[in-house]
């Protein structure tokens, strides 16, 4: 695997760096070693957080964790990627233009689902053409963190969201 390591306030000192490679290298048994994995280390106030990001075609897999302690951090991010590895392994192999990130041993071991996806809810409404920010206002008076809507300026398919700190997000479709 191939480690990306960067720091928001904070310096990536050479003991982040070791703690980071050796933790998130044990995820190396699921890879090919020419993996990318983008890591972003962040202290804000008294939270020492880590983001790690792993692309794969078809696919993201990322978590982000946050404690007192960077290195607790560190150990709770791995366990959670290995779990959601584990648990969507199949979903992951099935995409057969991303199997050629992991290695064989991992997608031919069976691991237990934990859970099933299940959907249990189907909701259908009537998507009018809107601003971004018409958008946003309509989310905050559902009372929603999020909102689906066509884009009155590209009449594409759009989704707002309600970020950290009291601002906004706007997922665009790629074609």
Known sequence: MKFIISGKNIDVT????????DKIGKLEKY????TEVHVTLSVEKDRQKIEVTIPVKGSIIRSEQSSSDM??????VEEIIERQLKKYKTKLADHKQSSDHFRAEFLENDYMDEEEVQIVRTKRFDIKPMYPEDACVQMELLGHNFYVFCNAETD????VYKRKGNTYGLIEPEY
Not at 71 to 76: A, H, P, Q, R
């Open 31 to 34: 890879f090919t070693p020419e």
């Open 156 to 159: 594409q398919v759009n989704v």
């Open 71 to 76: 290195y607790v951090s560190i150990d709770l």
């Open 14 to 21: 050479p003991g982040l760096r070791t703690a980071v490679e």
